[in-house]
Nanobody, 124 residues
């Protein structure tokens, strides 16, 4: 499966963005998905994950502000980001795997498929 993330950009603190991750080659219906981010000089970190059929998990730093969802008809996973903070600035990437268990949602090495990231910049 090939993944492509989009929707990044420049936004002021307190604003919102919605990232999209489109899958081609296979349907997202068969996969669990995750969003990760990497800020300059920092390690990749888990943001949100969705294990089929519908369990979600969020990093504590984004809980209550970010929402992961899926549109099966469009074969797209979304990350709605509200109340953005400057510390949310990073490159955001989506990942997928067909055999994830819930406890592995935050683990990057558990995902077989990754797409190129999209840059999110939050200004103060």
């Amino acid at each position: 499966v090939q993944l492509q993330a989009s929707g990044g950009g420049l936004v002021q603190a307190g604003g919102s963005l919605r990232l999209s991750c489109v899958a081609s080659g296979r349907t997202f219906r068969d996969y669990s998905t995750g969003w990760f981010r990497q800020a300059p000089g920092k390690e990749r970190e888990f943001v949100a994950g969705l294990r089929r059929p519908g369990s979600t998990r969020y990093a504590d730093s984004v809980k209550g502000r970010f929402t992961i969802s899926i549109d099966n008809a469009k074969n797209t996973v979304y990350l709605q980001m509200d109340s953005l903070k400057p510390e949310d600035t990073a490159i955001y990437s989506c990942a997928a795997d067909s055999r994830l268990i819930y406890s592995n949602l935050p683990v990057p090495s558990a995902y077989a498929y990754w797409g190129p990231g999209t840059l999110v910049t939050v200004s103060s």
